[in-house]
């Protein structure tokens, strides 16, 4: 019983992992194509669902891969903040190699703010989130 709760609760955790870096990323191409610099930056249609697709994989891989989920039941700040920020830079990292192994020509302030922003919306999310943590593991009724 105790173990199916925790599965519960990881697959929520990695499913809104996927929704947030979604919306990171969108929000990072919107604020990259309304900041006037020299170059513009358009990517098509084909190839922002490849970087989108990549990306989830990578920051739900490094979730899992640092044992994020496991630790989010715990409910200390602290340990939320490092293995959001661990996540999201190498989730990032990940995408800059991929990035390069394409031959893509992606924009360093676009780079930026994706990991900024998924960085935060993590960490909001799931500091926010500690009650629900709490309320899953200790077996609360739904």
Known sequence: ???????????????????????AFT???????????????FLSIEVRA?????????????????NVYERLEAGNPKVILRDSFHQSLLGLTSLVFFQYT???????????FFGIYAFVM???FRLAATRVVMAVRQGAPN
Do not use: H, N, Q
């Open 50 to 66: 490849l970087l989108l697709g990549f990306s989830l994989l990578a920051w739900l891989g490094m979730g899992l891969w640092l």
């Open 102 to 112: 394409l031959r893509l020509d992606l924009s360093r302030p676009f780079l930026g």
């Open 27 to 41: 929000a990072a191409y919107a604020s990259r194509i309304v900041l006037p610099l020299e170059r513009d930056f």
């Open 1 to 23: 019983m105790f173990s199916r709760r925790r599965r519960k609760a990881r697959i929520l955790f990695g499913l809104s992992d996927i929704l947030l870096t979604a919306i």
């Open 122 to 124: 993590l960490c909001a």
